[in-house]
């Protein structure tokens, strides 16, 4: 999978077709590695931004109307959903990364086993292998793996989360951390996701059939309740021009970025992916991350016609002190974990600002929204 803009695009033009009833029929199915699939394998261009939600939501209404592509269009805003989420309880994020670094500190007896896709339940090890060699996952067969690891294997959420983290490629904090708290009954308090020997049968077209391996009545997850949502902090306003533009791993398409007029005198790229984890994130991630760096970078300096080049975080108190810098907003994550002792001003986009503060609750009622999300975003 190449890390660049033009083959996401690539990637989008030729799944546009499908985005309509054959995404809706069919999605669930997961026929496996290398087989010709019904969903769009879109996640890691549309998670870096190297393509924005806009342009896929875009495509799927001009292709067969909102009505049809309804179902592709709600599961790219679950992604601004999470995010929305994420970003109203910060706390939950920062809950997630000490436990991980607890539990990586002590492991428990089985952790080994299973990242290792030795624990002798033929689907899952083959997905632990499937998620390794190509750091994609099918999103049934992350509900089945998460289910699986929880309530089956009996291990902690997180641990199975940051395995998830280091090496998807399409790894995100919010969508990550939160899809695991949703399958261990976290989310919607009491409503957990149980893998089922006869579900995985029927959508993997009989691969797998773990009749009696699965633990199929469990009881959710119990935890004390996340705290209570908190506005959307504002971001400041710009500074006045001219402006360095950092770029990051979160967000990069630097073209369509709401700069409101300010004058860019050069860009400066970063990326942190080991940050991902205690234990960093696999090679094929840190490859995909820093080459789709290089791709915003490239297409930034073509665009503002100045200078891009890599920085290290290290060289950003020395940058700041001579230069005003901005960049698109980081999301509660990684990034923004690393870049919060550092002056640099976040330009939020309309999409998230429209988005996130209408994630406070279940995503149901967000999901009333999107029809006119959809015509004030992508049709105005
Ligand atoms: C346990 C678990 C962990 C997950 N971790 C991540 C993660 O780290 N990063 C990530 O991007 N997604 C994550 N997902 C969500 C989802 O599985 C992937 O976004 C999806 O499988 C990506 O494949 P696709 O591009 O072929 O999706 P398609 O079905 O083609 O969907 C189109 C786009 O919609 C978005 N999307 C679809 N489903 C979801 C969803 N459930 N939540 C959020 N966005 C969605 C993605 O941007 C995707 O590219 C996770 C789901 C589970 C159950």
Known sequence: MSPTRAAGLTRLVAFTPKMGRAYSDSRNHDPGPGKPSSVSALSPYIRHRLITEQEVVAAAIAAHGAEVADKFIQEVFWRSYWKGWLAQRPAVWDAYRARVAAGLAAPPEGYEAAIAGRVGIACFDAWVQELVETGYLHNHARMWFASIWIFT???????????????????????????WRWVAGLHTKGKHYVARAENIARYTGGRFAPQGELNEKPLPVQEADPPAPRPVPDVAAPPSSPVTLLLHEDDLHPESLPLAGLHVQRVIGLCCPQ???????????????????????????????VPAGRVALDDLPDI???ESVVMPEAPVGWVADALRPYRVVPLRRPWDAACWTLAGRGFFPFAQHIPRLCAELVLA
């Open 275 to 305: 940050a991902r984890s205690p234990l960093g994130a696999a090679p094929l991630v840190q490859r995909f991350v820093a080459g789709a760096l290089e791709d915003g970078l490239g297409r930034a300096e073509q665009h503002f016609g």
């Open 320 to 322: 700041l002190r001579r």
């Open 153 to 179: 294997l009996r291990l902690p959420w997180e641990l199975g989360a940051d395995f998830f983290l280091r090496h998807l490629l399409d790894g995100d904090a919010a969508s990550n951390t939160l899809s």
